[in-house]
Structures are given as C-alpha cells and as structure tokens.
C-alpha cells in the first residue's frame, strides 16, 4: 500500500534495451517503487508501438511519477509527454532526459554502436523525428556527453534550448550506457532527487 506522498521511478530504456550493469538497472534495484517500459521489440522500434507501451505503464502507476529515460527513450518519452492530456501531464512530476541520440539516426551510428546482432537488416528510426521546439510541461534536466556516438555536443545545447530544460555537462562519457562505466551513477541519482523533491 503506497501514500499520496509516495513517487515512482519510471525508467524508459533506448534502443536494445538496458542490461544488468546499465545505471536504469542498478537505479530499478535499489528503489522499491521503480517500474521499467517494456517494448515488444527492443532492435526494430516503432514509434507508436514504443509510446503506446510507455502510456500504458503510467496507466498501471496509480501516483506521482519521475521518468528517467536514456537515448531513444528520451525521445519516446518527450513523445508521450508533449501528446498526453493534462492530467496525464500532471502525473509526471519530473523528466530525466539522458543522452538523446540526435534524429535520424544514421545507418553508421547505429552500425557503430555495435548492438545488432551480425548481419542483421538496420532498424529505420525515421518515425522518431520530431521538431525540438516545443517546451516540456513538466520539470526536466537533460544529460549529455562530449564524445556520445549518436549525438554532438551542440545539437544536444539545441535540443535543450528548443524543450526549455536544463542542459548538465557530463563530460566525456560517450552515450553513457551499460558500457560507459558508470555503475550506479550518483551524479544521476542526485539529478534524480532534485526532480522528486521539486
């Protein structure tokens, strides 16, 4: 039985999921009211199909929630957010936005990223373009590397600007997934707490 007071932590995995050393895991392990997204297929993302699965875990939510989403997460979750109703909206009580990949992905980022599987067809990303111009309505902080794969720099300083979020400088921490080495990332944890406690 949870309380009025009582905040999930949602987390919403990007393309091919996150493994057993991922922070989303390690965060999911040690937080007792944490829920995953769960997709169908985690290799070839549809848009909708992605958005669809992360509306219906917030619906199985009866609470506040903090969302925290990586790579293409990120834009699943803005995605959802920006086409949910108010009171949808007013569920969330904070965004964790954590290297979203720049949009499309390109056939070499993701070739280089080393998720699929040899000889495998390439996933088209295409569905998840979208305008970074709309500002959130909720509280959110946004994470992004120097030296991420799918995404420079400069182009996550406009997805900022355009959604209206704070912009934190991880550094050099490539795409800052399972094998970026972060563990359970307490500087993450931290961005976390400020969410929940605002």
């Not at 980022?109 to 909720?138: I, K, T, Y």
Request: negative net charge.
């Amino acid at each position: 039985m949870f309380d009025d007071e009582d905040i999930f932590l949602l987390t919403v995995p990007g393309w091919g999921n996150s493994g057993p050393q991922h922070w989303q895991t390690l965060w999911e392990r040690s937080y007792p009211l944490a829920r995953r997204v769960e997709q169908e297929n985690w290799l070839y993302p549809e848009r909708d199909a992605w958005v669809a699965a992360l509306a219906r875990t917030l619906d199985e939510i009866d609470g506040k929630v903090v969302i925290a989403a990586h790579s293409l997460g990120c834009h699943t979750a803005v995605a959802w957010l920006l086409s949910a109703s108010l009171l949808e909206q007013r569920k969330v009580k904070g965004l964790l936005l954590v290297a979203p990949p720049a949009l499309p992905i390109t056939p070499e980022r993701a070739l280089a990223s080393g998720e699929l599987p040899a000889g495998a067809p390439l996933p088209d990303f295409s569905g998840f373009g979208q305008p970074w111009v709309q500002r959130l309505p909720c509280p959110a902080i946004m994470v992004a590397s120097h030296d991420d794969l799918f995404c420079e720099f400069a182009e996550a300083e406009r997805m900022a600007q355009g959604w209206g979020v704070t912009l934190v400088d991880a550094g050099h921490a490539g795409h800052m997934g399972s094998t970026a080495g972060l563990g359970s990332w307490q500087e993450g944890q931290r961005l976390l707490q400020r969410l929940m406690l605002a």
